[in-house]
């Protein structure tokens, strides 16, 4: 609801309590003029028929006030004590229905971030899925580039040692040897490449977890 149709909606029920305690003061008014009536012995009966109505109903609303007389100081302190308590009511609703507001606001912005961060790691796995290697076969790939490596590092140091035990000067080394040098590093690279690729694996499929319990 708008500030400004509360407002509204709060000055609407404030006038017609104030109408409503007008109406009282009137009808106390009317008591005092029945009293006085009596006095002078004048038979209310003999009055018109607007005047008993009016009379009728200030004893109706002095029942239902419970008041012991109807004087209009009474009857106004009566109404603005009621008319006061009402609307702190309605003013803790509205605090109540703030806060809720506030605390929607933020069941939204919190979701709205999962959301994304759904769809984000969603992507991120789509993308993995469609490269070689993938989430799916990068630790069987790592194991044989492990493997590859560790043959690839005992020729290199078998041919090294023998190359080594000759004292001949690296520049003039065979091709073949030089070859396998480079392809050494290479693979060293590569392996180092795929393991970061695998711990952000690992580091994706953790997060999926801790997003799937938070939704739960």
Do not use: G, W
């Not at 003013?91 to 999962?114: S, W």
């Not at 580039?145 to 065979?174: A, G």
Request: charged share 30%; aromatic share 6%.
């Amino acid at each position: 609801m708008d500030n400004r149709n509360v407002i509204n909606e709060d000055f609407i029920k404030l006038y017609n309590n104030i109408i409503n305690r007008e109406c009282l003061e009137d009808k106390a008014l009317a008591t005092l003029t029945s009293e006085t009536l009596q006095k002078l012995n004048i038979n209310l009966e003999r009055l018109p028929r607007q005047s008993q109505t009016i009379l009728d109903n200030v004893a109706d609303s002095q029942n239902e006030l419970q008041l012991q007389s109807l004087d209009p100081i009474a009857i106004s302190l009566y109404k603005s004590r009621e008319l006061s308590e009402k609307l702190d009511h309605e003013y803790e609703v509205l605090q109540l229905k703030q806060k809720n507001i506030e605390l929607q606001t933020k069941i939204d912005r919190n979701n709205r971030f999962l959301a994304n961060m759904k769809n984000d790691l969603e992507n991120s796995r789509q993308s993995l899925s469609n490269q070689d290697p993938n989430p799916e076969n990068i630790h069987e790939y790592i194991r044989q580039l492990k493997q590859k490596l560790s043959v690839y590092e005992d020729n290199y140091e078998r041919v090294k040692n023998k190359y080594s035990s000759l004292n001949i000067p690296e520049s003039i080394l065979p091709k073949s040897l030089m070859s396998q040098v480079a392809s050494l590093q290479a693979l060293s690279e590569e392996a180092m490449s795929f393991k970061a690729k695998a711990d952000d694996v690992k580091f994706m499929n953790e997060t999926k977890a801790m997003l799937s319990k938070l939704r739960r």
